[in-house]
Each structure stands twice: as structure tokens, then as C-alpha cells.
């Protein structure tokens, strides 16, 4: 029975209007037109010219035969076209398909098939797709970028130059917000180590949610200067050039990721904020005190994936950046989860201190929870800090699901959760820890052991720069613990010192029965590619 | 037809939660749980026992018999139930209606029996609305609230005292969400200076908004420390009690105005922020030096409604007080617009610099619109800052309509827009600024007069404390203004002095031509109440 909050009160066009990240961008070219937004080496463009290239891109890819639902990729890297593709081509309102400009050609011809790509931006760098590309895709738009060299003429055959495509643009075009805001944003593939990737789709609710989430979590102030240290193509940027853009904030482009370029920029550009994973943060933390000379100011940053070890958190607070550390997947718009910091953790020791800071944390500000759930029942784990159980997500920062794979997404979506397939505890404070992706975890004897935890511990070797541990058979335990270990440059250890420094940490059951010395295989994102270690023990195994 | 990102691609309960501002306390005791959430006197709770208390009162109501869609009105001071009020109420899944404390016991009966209350929450102040409540409504549950003093018992028949009343809910209680974000959350009724209040609805989705707005416009920090001066009853506050909740920050709760007990408090409590009519901030910004001292940090403050002479602006900047202006109405759940500053106005002297900080200005952060358009055909008016228009607004910052009003709601929403009933006009940097209320203009000789305008005149020159100006018939003119002034203690001026001062500002068509001395007539909220002027005119023309 309707009550009577319920009768002639319903939505109407004057109360009740899509949530949009679109939006941000039409108030910071509405309010704060003249203020800059874009800086790329010599350029610099203001809100007002950066709102008008987004309505000229949206007006000229809708002039090109795109159409609502459609699919446009861009294989870009952190240039000023890649932030107006995140409003213009929503504009036009198609799906933005950003695509990892580190991965091989055939993973990229994939996405573009398995996304129906309608039209592709990509940067001159990238020749060898954009040819492959417009040979197998006869239908397919392609719109090049010249930015840091010429397109090579031989290679981007059917192609317009961005620029001139977008002066084929209407720079006042009447774009439509989306019909809803459960309508789709933004397609993202995540890399899966194995099998095909998964496309996960994204709507306009959760990009506007999640992009005020950095913004509350942060207390990023309007006209934040942000720079593009942490790829565009992964995650959307985790949504920042919406936050950017709600915050009239200043985009500091950067083709190349360089520890030094980063301290001039952050010098002459004011930079206040920025992402990075763990390689980006530690490379900044290791470099030359003279790089930051006349850097006076706090500069905020975030950290995704797996904390940074406690010397690089030091580090980073002793040369006054302010590191806030996120937890996330792709299938929450990046991160979902903070290590939200509480003063009383200031009087701890700089470790104990960085192990409460490299949790995984709490839910973000605008996500419903984050938990530990036991993944057959679905009951909570005790916060005991042991038990294991999956991570899991709920809210309004969860994908609409996997594209064309309605099977994927009701498996992950089961009983109401996000299923991460991560493991993990909970603490007596309801903090979150990661322990183990499920296929990473080792079960020796019958106990779990976390491949986390024993890496944590190898980490805290002086001599080691990047570690990972995988199962090794094992006769009688069944499995056990590998290490792999690559040193710092000039560093020396060996195998037994490793594993007696690891002894002082762990349990002896949990203890790297071998360990091995060389360079890890890493992903285009920096992840290191467990799969790949066990190939090698398997070839060492079979040999 | 649909598109493959509408394919299997449903909302689901993993990854669609309804908009709700509870969840602000939520996340606020989950994650920050033993930091301060209420102060008021010897009274200090954390987050984590107001949440509780907030559950206990939401079970409490519910045993009591209030269900879904159900009114519960409270008459309260600034004080920690009021604020519990706005959290428990919605849990309970009922809908809170904040009276006004100023009101007369008639006007609140009449909204009691409009709006349908089950409870009502009731500050032992009031003692007069609580018994005639009590004995016109036989089925009204009345839950009496001893803060200053105690209940009268020959007043207080068939109440229940409410920390009594919070001990007979369930502190775990397991409140659900609202089934939906465009659910009710308050009713607030407009004080409308003729014919009977309208019942403004709100829905939790532009309470969720709103709330966030509030946070994008002052960069409001986590844990800011918010001082109750505004009351909680107006707007709800604004939707601060949702907004001090996002933020884990402090409640400051101020029984009753008095400025030298709020730079009591600014000092002991560290307030940063507060709100505050144009009223409050003379008070603050006259008041002796030495009830400042020992304040060195930055207080910020919003103030509504009309805006502040420009000495009073200038004295605000000179103790460190940050005053940002908002504009807005019941319907708009308060601001839903503020005047936001550039930095190029610095350049500007102090009274060009109010003139810009004066004005009413542009959509709040998550609004999606406010305009001028020409009320009749809705078209938009020039940037001219001449052409007179209505202020008209759209977004999710504006009410669900008007309670068992239909023809109201339908009007005030015709054409796609809320139609605010305020005159204005637009100025080249796209900034409105309001002229009048529709009902005020003054129309003299065919031309429009702005009674703001004559007031703003009137208001500058220094012997003046209130100003009002009112139509007067006249035999040639059809209408010239009457102004209403009210001195600073102390001052003397004589009526051809403020006309000849309004003479530097003023078209010679735009004076006043007659000048009445004496105290104003206000609202139980400080707005002057022009209809009681306009009564005085009549009674001297028919004298």
C-alpha cells in the first residue's frame, strides 16, 4: 500500500537527474572556466578549452557513426587526449575501452574484438596495432595521436590525426547526459595470468561515486595540482580524472614515468597529489636527495596493490610525502578500501607503525563494506586476525558485471557479495589483511600458509629488492615454500642467511625451503608473474 | 533494442545500495568509532556510543509502534537528541519532522495533524506544545527530552522520558535501509508568511548529496570540529548532521545562541567550522576584541540568505573567519547554490570584492543546475545582469514535492525546473544574483524597483542595523518604496539623511520616499516580515 510520502511525489525532470561524472567537468568549465586543467610539457589548456575539446571529440565521434552503446578504445598514454576521452567519449555516449599500452599486440586485437571496438585513438607510438588493427578491423575507426613522434605513414592507413578530427567537432554540441545512471562508462580488461580477460564494465554511478571517494579520502582540496604518475588505461586512471575534474583541479600529464622528471614537476608544477605502485613510490623514495632540492611543500600520495615495505613508508615521511595506501581490483574501479590512519598509531614504532599502514583497511568512503566472509557460507570470519576467509565487496563501487560473460558474473556476484578471490582476515580493530590471492595460498601439511606473509618477511631483508614465494612440491609435506628473490644492485646473500633472517618472523613450517636469486617476470603493471615461477619450478622438477 | 552493455548486467544487491546518509554513521563508528562525535557541556560521546544510542532509538520507535512511511516530529534545541533524531529517525524507516522552536503552539499543532506524527520528541522547554499535543492527538506517542530543565509533570501527561525511552531499544537493533534512495527521509515546513506551511519532502538520495556538497565547498576535512549555531531544525540543519557524520568530525551542540559563549567554545573546542544566519555573524563579527582572545586558528563560515554588509564581510576577513556564501531554500534542502570565489577578486577593494561575495552565484557542487529564465516561456536570460528573471534551480538537490499538495508540487516544478519564486538576473561571469522575491518588487511608474536593492543602499550607511523596503500606493506612480529602518543603539539620522545617502547608489526613481524608524517585525527564524510592513502601510492609508 503506498503511503503518503509516496503519492504524487515522484521522480520528475527538475529532482531527479543521472548521477554522472560528465558533470564535474561541466561545472569546473561553468565556475572556474579560466583556471588550468591541462599541462603537458608546453601546453596548457584551462577548463573552459578543455570542456570544449571533450564536446568536439564527443560531437565528432558522434558525426563518425558512433552511436549510443558503442565501443571506443583508446591506446594512449597519460597525454591530454586520454583525460578528453574520459568525458568525450561518454558525451558521445559511447563506452570508453582504455587500453594497457604494455601488452603484446594479439592480447590488444583481442580486446578490441571481444569489446566490438567501433573506433580506436591511439598514440603514433603504437604503429604495430594501429596497423594490425585497421587491416583486421575493416569497420574501424582510426584516430591517431601524434604527440611524442609522427605517425608513420606506411602503418596508420585509414587514419585521421586527433586534432583534425576534432575540428570536424562541434565545439558547443548539445551531448546528452546518459539515459541512466546504471548506463555504462567504461570497459576495462583485467589481465588475467591465465585464460582470456574478463571485460569489466563500469556505469556512471559507481565512476561518480568513486571519484568523490578520493576526494573525501584525501581531503583533496579544490585546484589540487595532480599528476599523472599512475596509468590512465588502468582502472580509468582509478577514476581520477573525474576527481580531477570535480576538484577543478590542475592534470599534470606525463608521457614516462622518471624519478626525476617526477621532482622537477613537483617543483615547478606545485604537484600536491599523485598514484603510484609500489615500484613508483619506492624509486622516489631512493632517489637522490639532490632530485628534491626546493621542494618545500607536503605532497599526498597513494599507493596500491601491495604496501610498500617499511623502509620505503619511512622514507616517504621523512621527505615529507604523505603516503595513504588503497585496496582495490579492477572490478571495483581500483581501489574499494583504505588503511584509513588513526592517530594512535603515532606513537607506535616506524614498524609496527607500517604494518598497521599495509593493511588493506576499511571500506572507501562511498563503498556499502568491505569483509571477510567464509566463501561457501558467506558467514563473517571472527575478527581474530587468523581465520581465513575471501574478501568481498558491496556496493555502489562494484562493476555492472563482466561483458558477454553472464556466467563470470553471477559466479563473482553470488549470495550478494563481490567475490575478490583474495584471501584474508580480520583484525581485532575490523581492519582488513590480505593474505594470499586463493591459488596463491600454500598448504603445507595441512596448514595455509600466506605466500604474503612470507614474502613480508623477506622484504624486510635489507639486501632484497623484490620478492615472491610460490609452492614447491614437496614428498612430505605436499607443498612448500619457495622464495624468489631479486637483490639490490651490489647487494650479496645467501640462501641460508635469507632463511635464518626469516626465522626471526615466522613459524618454522612457514619458512622458504629454497630460494633462488635472479630477476623476476613481471606483468606491463609491474605485478610479478607467479604462473611464470612455477613454470619454473615444474621445468625443474620434470628436468 | 538492447545493447550488449545491457545484457545480463542488472543491478544486484552486490553492487547496487540505495544513496542513504545513515550510512555516514555507519562508516563514521565502524572506522573512527572512539573518536568525538557529540560534545555538549559535561556530556561527550564518541562515534561509536552515538551509534548506538541512534540504533537504540530506532528500535525504540519501532516497538513503539511506528513503521515505515511513518512521521516523527521533534521540537528540539540544538542539543544530542536532535542530532540522534536525524540518524535514528530514518533507521526506523520513518521519516523526521524537525518543528520549529519558535513557532506558536497553534501553527505546530497544525503541522503535527498535516503531516500525520506518531511520536513526538520534545525538549521539556516546550512544555505547552507538549500538552496541548498530548490531548489533541489521544494516539501520539510524546517522548520528552530533559536537557535544561525538568518536565512539568501536570504538562508532560503520557510522555516518556527519552533516556528512558533509548533503554528500551535494542543497542544491535538490525535496521534496514530504505528500499529506495528517492524514499522519504524529512518533512520540513516552509514558513510561509501567508496562507498555511507547505510540507517540504525530502528523499535520502538529495539528503546524501547534499550532504557531500557541503563537504566540496568548504574542503571540509575528516574530524572537523562543527559548531552548532544554526538550527538544527531549519533544513535540517542544511543536512550538517550527515555532513559532520561523513566527516567523523565533532557536533558542537549550542542550546541557544550567545556570542560570547561561541567564542567560548571556538577557543576550548577548536571549532573550525560553523553556519550561521546574517544575523549571527553581526553578532559575532561586533563583539569586543577580548572574547576573541587565545583564538589564532581559522575558522570557516557559511551564512544564508541574505548577504552580509560589506563591513561586516570586511570585519569577518580581519579576525581569520572564512565566509562563503550560499543561497537556497526549503525546497533545495537549504544551499543548493554558493557565491564560489575566484581567486581574482583579491585584487579587488574591500567593497568591490563584497559586492562579488554578495551575490547568490552558482549551482552547488552536486546540483546539477541554477539559472534565471523568464518564468513564462522558461528561456534562459541574458548574462546582462539586467534582465530580470526567476531563480529556478534542478537536480537531485531539490525536494520530492510538497506533502498532499499535488497542485503545488506540479507548479513549482512545471517545465522541468524548481521554480524558487525568487526574481533575478545573471551576470556576465554567469553568476545570479537575486533581485527580490516575486511578491517584493516594487513596480513604480512601469519600472521594476528590487527592494534588495534599496535595502543593500540602506544597509551602507552606518547608523543603520536593520533595513526593509515595502511597496507604498501612490496616487502617480502606482507603487514607490517604504523604507523600515531600525538603528545601531545609539544612533540618530533623520529620514532625509538615509535618502540623501541612498542618493550615491540609487537611481533617483529607486528612493525611498518615505523612511520609518523603529524594531522590525522578524520571523521565529530572523527573516523580516515584509507582510506585517506592508500591513502598518495599509492601516496608515486607511487611517
Not at 609496527?352 to 576499511?362: K, L, S, T
Not at 613459524?507 to 612455477?534: C, D, H, M, N, W
Request: contains cysteine; glycine residues 8%.
Amino acid at each position: 500500500m503506498k503511503h503518503m510520502f509516496e503519492e504524487g511525489l515522484q521522480r520528475r525532470e527538475a529532482n531527479y537527474v543521472p548521477l554522472t561524472p560528465i558533470d564535474f567537468i561541466v561545472r569546473a568549465a561553468e565556475v572556474y572556466g579560466a583556471r588550468p586543467a591541462v599541462v603537458h610539457g608546453a601546453i596548457r589548456r584551462n577548463w573552459r578549452e578543455t570542456y570544449e575539446r571533450t564536446r568536439r571529440l564527443a560531437s565528432a565521434l558522434r558525426q563518425a557513426g558512433i552511436e549510443r552503446g558503442d565501443t571506443v578504445a583508446a591506446l594512449l598514454p597519460n597525454i591530454p587526449p586520454m583525460i578528453e576521452a574520459h568525458f568525450g567519449v561518454p558525451m558521445a555516449g559511447a563506452v570508453l575501452n582504455t587500453l594497457n599500452t604494455r601488452l603484446d599486440v594479439s592480447s590488444l586485437l583481442f580486446m578490441l574484438r571481444h569489446g566490438g571496438a567501433k573506433a580506436l585513438i591511439v598514440d603514433t607510438e603504437y604503429s604495430e596495432l594501429a596497423h594490425r588493427a585497421a587491416l583486421e578491423f575493416p569497420e574501424l575507426r582510426v584516430i591517431s595521436v601524434a604527440d611524442a613522434m609522427p605517425a608513420d605513414a606506411d602503418k596508420f592507413i585509414r587514419a585521421i590525426d586527433y586534432e583534425a578530427f576534432l575540428q570536424t567537432g562541434d565545439p558547443e554540441f548539445a551531448w546528452s547526459s546518459p539515459d541512466d545512471e546504471w548506463d555504462a562508462i567504461a570497459l576495462n580488461y583485467t589481465s588475467g595470468t591465465t585464460g582470456d580477460p574478463k571485460g569489466v564494465v563500469y556505469h556512471h554511478r559507481g565512476a561518480y561515486l568513486n571519484a568523490l571517494s578520493n576526494i573525501l579520502e584525501w581531503d583533496m582540496p579544490k585546484h589540487a595540482v595532480y599528476l599523472w604518475t599512475l596509468p590512465l588505461f588502468h582502472c580509468n586512471g582509478w577514476c581520477f580524472p573525474w576527481t580531477v575534474a570535480a576538484r577543478a583541479g590542475v592534470n599534470v600529464c606525463l608521457r614516462k614515468f622518471d624519478a626525476k622528471t617526477v621532482f622537477e614537476l613537483i617543483r615547478r608544477e606545485g604537484i600536491t597529489h599523485y598514484c603510484g605502485a609500489p615500484i613508483v613510490q619506492s624509486a622516489l623514495a631512493n632517489a637522490p636527495a639532490e632530485w628534491r632540492e626546493g621542494i618545500a611543500h607536503r605532497v599526498s600520495t597513494m599507493v596500491a596493490g601491495a604496501a610498500p615495505a617499511p623502509a620505503v613508508i619511512a622514507k616517504m615521511k621523512e621527505i615529507g610525502f604523505d603516503l595513504t595506501h588503497v585496496y582495490g581490483l579492477t572490478e571495483t574501479y581500483g581501489p574499494a578500501a583504505v588503511c584509513a590512519r588513526q592517530d594512535e598509531w603515532e606513537t607506535l614504532d616506524d614498524i609496527a607503525r607500517a604494518e598497521m599502514n599495509a593493511r588493506q583497511g576499511v571500506r572507501y568512503h562511498l563503498q556499502a563494506a568491505v569483509t571477510v566472509l567464509d566463501p561457501d557460507t558467506l558467514a563473517p570470519v571472527p575478527d581474530d586476525g587468523e581465520t581465513l576467509g575471501e574478501i568481498m565487496f558491496r556496493g555502489n563501487i562494484c562493476m555492472k558485471g563482466y561483458l558477454k560473460n553472464e556466467r563470470a558474473t553471477e559466479a563473482t556476484f553470488r549470495g550478494g557479495w563481490f567475490h575478490t578471490g583474495d584471501l584474508g582476515v580480520r583484525m581485532p580493530d575490523g581492519y582488513i589483511r590480505i593474505r594470499d590471492r586463493s591459488k596463491d595460498i600454500i598448504i603445507s601439511g595441512g596448514e595455509n600458509i600466506s605466500s604474503i606473509e612470507v614474502e613480508d618477511a623477506l622484504y624486510r631483508h635489507p639486501a632484497v629488492s623484490v620478492a615472491a614465494v610460490v609452492a614447491m612440491a614437496d614428498p612430505k609435506w605436499g607443498e612448500v615454500p619457495c622464495a624468489f628473490v631479486e637483490l639490490k644492485e651490489g647487494a650479496q646473500v645467501s640462501a641460508d642467511e635469507i632463511i635464518a633472517h626469516c626465522r626471526q618472523f615466522l613459524a618454522g613450517y612457514k619458512l622458504p625451503k629454497a630460494v633462488r636469486f635472479g630477476e623476476l617476470p613481471k606483468t606491463s603493471t609491474g605485478k610479478i608473474q607467479k604462473f611464470e615461477l612455477r613454470a619454473r619450478i615444474k621445468a625443474e622438477e620434470t628436468e
